[in-house]
């Protein structure tokens, strides 16, 4: 029940719980510290390292004390901690950077591209992506993997099994859109909504129904800001009809009338507003994910025409393995530092996690650091910014029916029970993120 809580606004940390809620953004790197060093993560063993990955691939489920005595010792340990940095990625090409896509076109700048000039290459990239995509969904569908990742170069989407974020169905989210994009899936007849558009108008109209001078207010603001791209939609008569009076008049030829594209424009241009925005979030559910599916291997916008990302498929980021795939390991490494303290100096032990950092790797290291530093440790976390909109709560209206269920239904999907437990309950952090997490005997507080 802990979970369903709201998160505090970001100047105040949350209160004491013993899990912190589920976030879905991708997290670019972490930087833990303790008080007690981080040796037992350091320089693994060859057999710790293949036990780790075979334990990934078994999906082998570790339960390791409250508090470990030795962890440098700890050979259940330092195999778990391997475990727990491994991902999947598709396409891979060792020498760029896949992660993330949006913005990186600096990074990626000056590196071979072979298929930017070569149409046939890009075909046979494309063919080889496509494969992987449906291996993705196919596994997300019968509940052999638990959610997934799909990093264009404008947007990302992130497809979700049915039983988790409380829907018993598939969900994906595609953030952020623009009125472009949502036109070419309305034409494709996938069915979606834009859940922080219609929160917004919901409050609008709760507002104006309590307070008519506040309605006033809100109309002023939202018209200076646009923030959520709220204006009203303007209405249907702005057509030719609309020019009839004129003709009465015997002045229509005197007055030039707006064609067809501008009265269009003037129609969409609250859609247009929320463009490139957070909220331009769009979910598709169900049997339309599947509709999505296709859409994506056929959308001509997908990838990039010029550029440094020119002709280079989206990437795919899984927690488990599908065809096309490549295992890959979070870099990971600790760092020992002196702190002045009053008029002493003391030791400050950290590690650095880097890498796409998906929720569940989040979930299995602070988990494994519960019982390495004792219960007390705390983590900065670097948040890929367009991806924190994908812990907006959904209202899905027809949640899973319990937890017993979800567990009943995705038990093979590759997750710790514990972290499919978490990631089974509602988002609640909104557009926001966690920054900061920090555990006190064995209690989590957090900053959003």
């Given amino acids: 029940k802990d979970l ?7 100047e105040v940390p949350s209160s004491p719980r013993h899990e ?6 991708i ?23 293949a036990q780790g990955f075979a334990q990934h691939c078994r999906a082998t489920e570790t339960n390791l ?15 778990a901690f391997q475990q727990s940095l491994v991902y999947w990625l598709h396409p891979s090409l060792p020498w760029l950077q896949l992660f993330p896509r949006i913005g990186a076109d600096k990074k990626i700048a000056g590196k071979a591209s072979p298929w930017s000039q070569d149409e046939a290459l890009q075909q046979v990239l494309m063919s080889d992506w496509s494969v992987s995509f449906t291996s993705l969904y196919n596994l997300l569908k019968a509940k052999l993997c638990p959610y997934f990742y799909v990093c264009t170069y404008q947007f990302t989407v992130l497809f979700r ?6 829907s018993d169905v598939i969900t994906a989210v595609i953030s952020p859109t623009t009125r472009g994009l949502r036109e070419a899936m309305r034409n494709e007849g996938i069915e979606f909504s834009l859940p922080l558009v219609e929160e917004s108008r919901t409050r609008k109209q709760k507002n104006s129904e309590v307070n008519l001078e506040t309605e006033v207010a809100n109309s002023l603001e939202a018209g200076s800001s646009m923030e959520d791209g709220e204006e009203p939609a303007p209405s249907d008569d702005d057509d030719d009809e609309g020019f009839s009076w004129l003709e009465e008049m015997g002045v229509q030829d005197k007055v030039k009338k707006p064609d067809a594209i501008s009265i269009k424009l003037h129609k969409e241009k609250h859609e247009v507003q929320m463009d490139h925005k957070p909220e331009s979030l769009a979910l598709v559910k169900g049997t339309n994910t599947f509709t999505l599916l296709n859409f994506l291997i056929n959308c001509k916008s997908l990838v990039a025409v010029a550029g440094p990302q020119a002709g280079l498929p989206p990437t795919l980021l899984s927690p488990v393995a599908f065809r096309g795939g490549t295992m890959q390991t979070l870099k990971a490494r600790s760092i020992n530092a002196k702190a002045r303290v009053h008029l002493a100096y003391e030791d400050i032990f950290s590690l650095e996690i880097v890498g796409p950092v998906m929720p569940h790797s989040l979930h299995s290291l602070t988990t494994l650091l519960k019982s390495a530093q004792r219960g007390a440790f705390s983590a900065v976390l670097y948040t890929h ?9 959904l209202d899905n209206g027809s949640p899973a029916s319990s937890k017993e269920t979800v567990c009943k239904d995705l038990p093979t999907c590759g997750l710790h029970p514990k972290t499919l437990d978490q990631l089974s309950q509602c988002p609640t952090l909104g557009k926001s993120s966690i920054r900061f997490l920090e555990m006190k005997d064995y209690a989590y507080t957090w900053k959003s």
């Fill in 4 to 10: 369903h809580l709201p998160v505090a606004v970001p």
């Fill in 20 to 25: 912190y809620p589920a976030d879905w953004s």
């Fill in 27 to 49: 997290k670019t790197r972490l930087l833990f510290k303790s008080s007690q060093p981080f040796t037992w993560a350091e320089h693994l063993k060859a057999q710790e390292e």
């Fill in 65 to 79: 004390p409250q508090s470990v005595q030795e962890p440098k010792l700890s050979t259940e340990l330092r195999c």
């Fill in 161 to 166: 099994a049915a039983g988790l974020v409380g």
């Fill in 385 to 393: 910014e367009p991806t924190a909109v994908f812990n907006t709560d």
